[in-house]
């Protein structure tokens, strides 16, 4: 950074703002065999880049990027000598409302059936504790043949889910001819939105207290295995969307390759550097992306 300095009266601090750093503070340069610059009231439990302005007004990167805690800074230069698995599950920091939405669906169950009033249901899982905010997949322990398939909401709940998908043993998605509820929900969160594929819709029921929706797939089907998503924000990783991973190193953001999304809702990485700064896109769809580091097997947010 020393040599970066030399001849500046000024350097910046940016922060990232989801496509590109921004500068939000100032500091003046200190001269001398050892140029630095100093900058005061910084807040905290944030990622920072240092940067100069060129002549003509671009912005060209000073240092490494910094975490400025409260324990001390971290600099954060990519060791490329350890490499580490990255498994990915969003492009854009976690918000703790989701934690409420799918709280809805908790003490829910799945049942299959071939009678539509669910006489002879079947008890195919459910939920035990709170879903993260993208598709939770659950294999049938014994697969059979259904014609009917429902979620039941939780007991003193509403029945609130943003999707439901059925799959047969081979991984192939069943359709279903016709979805059917408790009581019809209001106009915007009908039935049908529990299978329409859209996962920013949702199902919820008038009444509370074992609420269900249901589908229909007009004859008895082999089941092997669901998926469930609660109410979310469409910042998972998404089924056939394609991604691209970025680590920050000296020349800028530098590609660790493409991968394609799948229902499992996560991405795996196996040769990422450890103590870096990094950026997943996608290239379908979306704006809201966020810098991360990765700790302990979990994506930090800054």
Not at 69 to 81: I, M, S, V, Y
Not at 244 to 273: H, I, K, Q, V
Not at 275 to 300: M, P
Request: net charge neutral; hydrophobic share 35%.
């Amino acid at each position: 950074m020393e040599q970066a300095l030399a001849g500046r009266r000024h350097a910046y601090l940016a922060v990232f703002d989801n496509r590109d750093w921004q500068p939000i503070a100032w500091g003046t340069v200190r001269p001398g065999r050892e140029a630095s610059a100093l900058f005061r009231a910084v807040g905290q439990s944030c990622a920072y880049l240092p940067v100069l302005y060129e002549a003509d007004g671009s912005l060209r990167p000073a240092g490494w990027p910094v975490l400025c805690l409260p324990g001390g800074n971290r600099t954060l230069k990519p060791d490329t000598a350890r490499r580490q698995r990255l498994r990915l599950t969003r492009k854009y920091r976690y918000s703790y409302t989701l934690d409420d939405c799918a709280d809805y669906l908790v003490g829910g169950r799945f049942e299959a059936a071939n009678r539509p009033d669910f006489r002879d249901a079947v008890l195919l899982g459910s939920v035990e504790r709170r879903p993260e905010s993208r598709f939770t997949r659950v294999d049938v322990a014994r697969p059979g043949v259904y014609r009917y398939f429902r979620f039941v909401g939780a007991p003193g709940m509403h029945c609130n889910i943003a999707e439901l998908a059925v799959c047969a043993p081979d991984g192939n998605r069943l359709e279903p001819r016709r979805v059917f509820a408790a009581d019809g929900g209001r106009e915007e969160t009908r039935p049908a939105m529990a299978f329409d594929g859209d996962v920013l819709t949702c199902f919820m029921t008038e009444r509370a207290d074992e609420g269900w929706v249901a589908a229909d797939f007009g004859r008895p089907v082999p089941i092997g295995r669901f998926y469930y998503l609660p109410r979310n924000d469409d910042n998972f990783i998404r089924d056939g969307e394609r991604y691209e991973l970025f680590y920050w190193d000296a020349s800028g953001w530098r590609s660790l390759g493409r991968r394609t999304g799948t229902m499992e809702s996560e991405l795996t990485y196996d040769n990422a550097p450890a103590n870096a700064l990094f950026l997943l896109h996608n290239h379908t769809k979306g704006r809201e992306e966020r810098i991360f580091t990765y700790e302990d097997g979990r994506q930090i947010w800054w």
